[in-house]
């Protein structure tokens, strides 16, 4: 088994790392556009060979587009297009964190059914190929989206992969997917990002306020060391379901300040007791 992963980053060097290290794939090979990026990816280990992508297609049975969704996006097709001149049972996914547009964009591809789309729920605020880490998916989900447009033995192959890095499937609808990760995942970056513009605008007067910052200012505020190359394509794609939870999320904003602006404890103690219900999903 060859695997080819286009983008040597958090995500797809990490995975690189696993599939070779736990036999899964014989030979891994890399498309990395930035020399250094490619130089590092190579004196890690993270992959044996880094070549051109059209040559990276051709040779590997299965590509992972592991770049950002917006470059992903206009990638996919080209990939199709390079299996339907090939032949084979040559099998792409994508580790990308929206799946509507992408798999609209390959909706009609004579080479739809070897793409199977996902999503793997696992990451970490730094990029690059340094980021990448053995392990990193243990234990975590693996969104699988629209597998009925994808061809049965590819999806099999595709969990065989997934398994192999000891994650566990998920199976939904892309724009179901769309949603949910606006909820989960998007929103704490907006946040995230928010918070740290916020505090950054203080410390321009106030030298000192980092010296207070304590692990609960760092766990949230951690998100926004985030790459923009990769969350600038997923804020747009994902607009419409983005802007819902940003609303809501200013609708409770807005309870909480109009509850500390009145001096109304119970007010505040109620929205906290409320908030605290989500110990019972996340522990």
């Given at each position: ?6 983008g040597l980053g958090l995500i797809g060097g990490s995975m690189a790392l ?160 769309d949603v949910h990760t606006a909820y989960v995942s998007h929103i704490s ?41 990769m969350w600038v394509p997923i804020l747009t794609q994902n607009r419409d ?43």
């Open positions: 088994m060859t695997i080819g992963v286009i696993d599939l070779k290290r736990r036999s899964f794939a014989d030979t891994v090979i890399g498309v990395e556009n930035d020399p250094v990026n490619a130089s590092a990816a190579l004196n890690i280990g993270l992959v044996d060979e880094v070549v051109p992508f059209e040559d990276c297609v051709r040779r590997s049975d299965v590509v992972v587009v592991a770049i950002p969704v917006g470059a992903a996006v206009k990638m996919l097709p080209k990939v199709l297009d390079i299996f339907a001149e090939c032949g084979g049972d040559k099998i792409v996914i994508d580790t990308c964190s929206t799946k509507s547009q992408i798999v609209r964009s390959v909706h009609y591809h004579p080479r739809r059914g070897s793409f199977v789309a996902t999503h793997p729920m696992a990451g970490t605020e730094y990029s690059g190929p340094w980021a990448a880490m053995p392990n990193l998916f243990d234990g975590r989900a693996c969104i699988f989206a629209n597998t009925e447009d994808s061809d049965p033995k590819a999806v099999a192959t595709v969990e065989k992969l997934y398994g192999v890095l000891n994650m566990r499937p998920i199976y939904m609808n892309a724009d179901n997917h970056h907006v946040t995230s990002f928010a918070l740290a513009l916020t505090v950054l605008e203080k410390e321009q007067d106030e030298k000192h306020i980092f010296d207070l910052a304590s692990g609960g200012f760092s766990s949230t505020v951690r998100l926004a060391k985030s790459s923009a190359d379901n983005v802007l819902h939870v940003i609303d809501t999320y200013l609708d409770k904003m807005k309870s909480f300040r109009d509850a500390i602006a009145d001096f109304d404890e119970k007010k505040i103690e109620s929205l906290i007791k409320e908030a605290n219900k989500i110990k019972k999903i996340i522990r």
